[in-house]
């Protein structure tokens, strides 16, 4: 099982970007995925969940600016940036919830960083 995020780069401020975070290989379920970020020497902070069932959560500092979004059918998970900011800057990672087998209980993968920079 891998785990694919893409969709970083650098705006403006007040822009908008949207990241992508693809799962591939072989596996049963999708439970859950998130968004993750990390700024330069600070705490990496999660940012958004998404439950298989659609069920969302958001981080307060980017409530009503960015959102989280799945389908199912292509084991993908996006995230919607808007108004972004200079303080949003910082690598992006995803991670799933996978059910590998029904044998198995689901583990946690992880994607690489994506780096969003945005600019004053």
């Known amino acids: 099982v891998q785990l694919q995020a893409s969709g970083g780069g650098l705006v403006q401020a007040g822009g908008s970007l949207r990241l992508s975070c693809a799962a591939s290989?072989?596996?049963?379920?999708?439970?859950?995925m998130r968004w993750y970020r990390q700024a330069p020497g600070q705490q990496r902070e999660l940012v958004a969940a998404i439950t298989r069932g659609g069920i969302t959560n958001h981080a307060d500092s980017v409530k009503g600016r960015f959102t989280i979004s799945g389908d199912n059918a292509k084991s993908t998970v996006y995230l919607q940036m808007n108004s972004l900011k200079p303080e949003d800057t910082a690598v992006y990672s995803c991670?799933?919830?996978?059910?590998?087998?029904?044998?198995?209980?689901?583990?946690?993968?992880w994607g690489q960083g994506t780096l969003v920079t945005v600019s004053s």
């Open positions: 991670n799933a919830d996978i059910m590998a087998s029904v044998h198995i209980p689901p583990y946690t993968y």
């Open positions: 290989g072989r596996f049963v379920t999708i439970e859950s």
